[in-house]
């Protein structure tokens, strides 16, 4: 098992920047691709980001590519989301999740993909 624990989010005004932190415990000496989440209510949840255990591989969604970036510090068993140039619509509730890979290179962007979950952290960006 993996526990993962969101934290970083809060309140910015449009053009801001917010960095998000993914701590995770547990089992960690296993490999993991690490991925972000956003959902907003009454929508299904939606991918961000992912980087794969390596940390050599990154994706993004469209709608943050260039002002979004996801980093990863094994040492520190941590995932980190840099948000710069943030927008209204990017208020959510922003989950990090957990995929054990035996592929240090492979990404995985859908929900169904990932075996755990944080607890999520909100997001809010005012215009």
């Known amino acids: 098992q993996v526990q993962l624990v969101e934290s970083g989010g809060g309140l910015v005004q449009a053009g801001g920047s917010l960095r998000l932190s993914c701590a995770a415990s547990?089992?960690?000496?296993?490999?993991?691709?690490m991925g972000w989440f956003r959902q907003t209510p009454g929508k299904e949840r939606e991918f961000v980001a992912v980087?794969?255990?390596?940390?050599?591989?990154?994706y993004y969604a469209d709608s943050v590519k260039g002002r979004f970036t996801i980093s990863r510090d094994n040492a520190k068993d941590t995932v980190y989301l840099q948000m710069n140039s943030l927008k209204p619509e990017d208020t959510a509730v922003y989950y990090c999740?957990?995929?054990?890979?035996?592929?240090?290179?492979?990404?995985?962007?859908?929900?169904?993909?990932?075996?755990?979950w944080g607890q999520g952290t909100q997001v809010t960006v005012s215009s």
């Open positions: 999740a957990a995929h054990q890979t035996y592929d240090s290179d492979n990404i995985y962007y859908r929900v169904n993909e990932y075996d755990y």
């Open positions: 547990g089992r960690t000496s296993r490999s993991y691709a």
């Open positions: 980087i794969s255990w390596s940390g050599r591989i990154t």
